[in-house]
């Protein structure tokens, strides 16, 4: 959950689509592979069963313990370090699998189970900066409660867990989180780097390293990566979607343009890809061409809000401060609660110097009693322009009020699991 990775979806909110489906999907070959993608999926090897009880985790842990202690081989080690994974064990866990590589470095799964272990070491852990970026987010109740927990760590699930207690509320934890995970990240590129010089043929692995470098705020690494993936299997369209999610975090829009017709192509109806090439054209000043196919897409599914989003900041980029202020009411009527499109609307309403309205938006997402003092707001004369395309992305709340991004999937912005190991 490295914040460059984070940031992608604030920052490319309207393509967040496949950001977070990437999430749900990874959730899915964690457990089965890549079998379905068209990709060699390895023999599986048997693991210790999940233990449904405390009591059933230290019985399989003590069947572990001796079977290590009877011969200890790589592969008991592996099984001892899951057994100590379901206890969460978590220091153990990554004693056990160190032992398992150092008797045998050459064996793959012992780097992937590796990986597993570093990502089960994710923890939470509040900075002053952290705290600066939530505070907009939060009442000051709220904002107390995180004040007092800066500065230590906590287990990901006791965070959770104690935010929940306080009453926070599913969204503000989600908006939260992607603040405060802490993980080690460059410990886990380490081993799926190993793991891809050990079978650079496996196509698999290579797509698991270039979807974490990208997870990582490292896409540059991971555009050959993808491009490799392509050389062999020329049509597969998730190394498509994340060459183009590569080449706009590197603003190379042109390459992200060719990624995203190419799947429109084998994907007409798909809004979605419609939406990113939105984007795209505003990101590259293609005003009329953001516009043309926005509507091409609203026609085609006229129930999405984030198209009414993009369309209206389109609009709002090129000075049709109307129109944007028109569509962006079409969103929320399909969203009334998106605070987001609230907040693109409130500082679009704050541009064009209307006091009241920018209020009213502001009271609709509770932020005027809880973070903003109404006295200190400084409206802009009205007809001030809109920042231009290399500052304003296509659905993307302006900075004046903070707010927390929300996907249209709904799925958790929380960080992609790595292969699970045999």
Same mark, same amino acid.
């Given at each position: ?234 049509t597969n369209l998730y190394a498509h979607q994340f060459l183009a999610i590569a080449y706009m975090n590197e603003n190379i829009y042109d390459k992200a343009e060719e990624e995203f017709n190419y799947m429109l192509k084998q994907q007409p ?76 609307l409130a500082n679009l309403y704050q541009k064009m110097g209307k006091h009241e309205e920018f209020m009213n938006e502001l009271k609709s997402m509770n932020l005027v009693q809880n973070v903003i003092d109404p006295n200190s707001i ?12 290399? $500052?304003? &992305? /296509? #659905?993307? !709340?302006? @900075?004046?009020? *903070? =707010? +927390? %991004? $929300?996907? &249209? /999937? #709904?799925? !958790?912005? @929380?960080?992609? *699991? =790595? +292969? %699970?190991?045999?």
């Open positions: 959950m490295v914040k460059d990775f984070k940031n992608l979806l604030s920052k490319y909110p309207v393509i967040s689509w496949v950001v977070v489906g990437f999430v749900a999907f990874m959730l899915i070959i964690s457990t089965v592979g890549f079998g379905f993608m068209g990709f060699n999926s390895e023999e599986n090897i048997p693991m210790p069963e999940q233990a449904d009880n405390p009591d059933d985790a230290k019985a399989e842990l003590e069947r572990c313990l001796a079977a290590v202690a009877k011969e200890p081989s790589d592969f008991n080690y592996r099984q001892l370090t899951r057994a100590y994974m379901a206890t969460n064990e978590i220091d153990k866990a990554l004693d056990a699998i160190q032992t398992a590589v150092n008797k045998d470095p050459n064996d793959i799964s012992s780097y992937q189970l590796l990986c597993e272990v570093y990502d089960k070491q994710s923890w939470c852990e509040l900075t002053d900066k952290d705290i600066d970026n939530i505070k907009p987010l939060l009442s000051a109740d709220k904002l107390t409660v995180l004040t007092a927990m800066k500065n230590k760590k906590y287990p990901v699930e006791k965070f959770l867990e104690e935010l929940k207690k306080a009453g926070f509320k599913q969204e503000e934890i989600q908006s939260i989180t992607k603040y405060v995970i802490k993980t080690n990240d460059d410990k886990i590129l380490e081993a799926m780097n190993k793991i891809v010089l050990l079978d650079p043929n496996n196509l698999d692995n290579r797509f698991s390293l270039a979807s974490y470098l990208i997870q990582s705020g490292k896409s540059k690494e991971a555009i050959p990566e993808l491009q490799k993936i392509l050389e062999s299997n020329p109806d798909d809004v979605r890809i419609h939406s990113a090439l939105g984007e795209i054209y505003v990101k590259q000043k293609k005003y009329d061409d953001a516009v043309t196919i926005y509507e091409k897409a609203i026609s085609k599914d006229p129930n999405r809000p984030f198209l009414f989003a993009g369309l209206a900041t389109t609009y709002a980029v090129q000075g049709h401060n109307e129109k944007a202020v028109e569509t962006y009411k079409k969103a929320l009527l399909l969203d009334p609660n998106s605070m987001e499109l609230h907040s693109q400084q409206i802009e004369p009205a007809g001030t322009k809109v920042p231009d395309a290399n $500052q304003a &992305d /296509t #659905g993307a !709340p302006a @900075q004046d009020v *903070p =707010v +927390p %991004t $929300q996907s &249209d /999937t #709904g799925v !958790p912005t @929380q960080t992609a *699991p =790595v +292969p %699970t190991a045999n």
